[in-house]
Structure formats: structure tokens, C-alpha cells
């Protein structure tokens, strides 16, 4: 089983990025899938949540209207495309899959989101 985040970097603040996270080794169609981001010093919050089978979504209040959140199950892969981003965008961000029958979870290893001049 793995999930491969990656398209983290240093961005301007009011700038955008996509982020990927490539599943294998589970059904990935059966998976919630969600983003988390985790600052430094601050403990790993939720910040986008993608159900697997009616596609229903939730964004934390602080990225509503900035962030979105989608899946391409053809591909295994769920992304967040982030936009307008400031400083306090800047942390780890952490791809996580659950099973929505058994709650089983995995984690990616996280990709770095810098938002700075």
C-alpha cells in the first residue's frame, strides 16, 4: 500500500499549487480520501475531505473558497488545488485514505507547502 503526495514547493503568497496523491495496493474507488496539513509546532488538521462513494465534500473553514478538493479514481489519484494561498497555508500537507467499510487508513509521507516572497 502506498499514497505518493508531490507537487509541494515554495509559492508567493496569492499564488496556487496542485497537489497529487497517487494511491496503489487498495481499491481505491472504496476509500474516503482526504488532505491534512500539519505547521510547524501545530498539531495535523483536516483540511479537505472527498467521499469515495457519493463524492461529497468538506473543506475546513480557513481554505473554503480557496482550496478544492477531487479525485480521478480512474487514475487513483486525489488532488487539492490550492489558490490564493498566505503564509499561514504553509505546512506539511498529508494525504490520507480510509476505507469506508472497515475504516482502515494509510497515510502518505506529506509534501511540503512553502508560502513566502
Known amino acids: 500500500v502506498q499514497l505518493v503526495e508531490s507537487g509541494g514547493g515554495l509559492v508567493q503568497p496569492g499564488g496556487s499549487l496542485t497537489l497529487s496523491c497517487v494511491a496503489s495496493?487498495?481499491?481505491?474507488?472504496?476509500?474516503?480520501m482526504s488532505w491534512y496539513r500539519q505547521a510547524p509546532g501545530k498539531e495535523r488538521l483536516l483540511v479537505a475531505f472527498?467521499?469515495?462513494?457519493?463524492?461529497?465534500?468538506n473543506y475546513a473553514d480557513s481554505v473554503k473558497g480557496r482550496f478544492t478538493i477531487s479525485r480521478d479514481n480512474s487514475k487513483n489519484t486525489v488532488y487539492l488545488q490550492m489558490s490564493s494561498l498566505n503564509p499561514e497555508d504553509t505546512a506539511v500537507y498529508y494525504c490520507?485514505?480510509?476505507?469506508?467499510?472497515?475504516?482502515?487508513?494509510?497515510w502518505g509521507q506529506g509534501t511540503l507547502v512553502t508560502v513566502s516572497e
Open positions: 495496493g487498495f481499491t481505491f474507488s472504496s476509500y474516503d
Open positions: 490520507k485514505a480510509r476505507n469506508r467499510f472497515s475504516q482502515v487508513e494509510y
Open positions: 472527498k467521499g469515495s462513494r457519493w463524492g461529497s465534500t
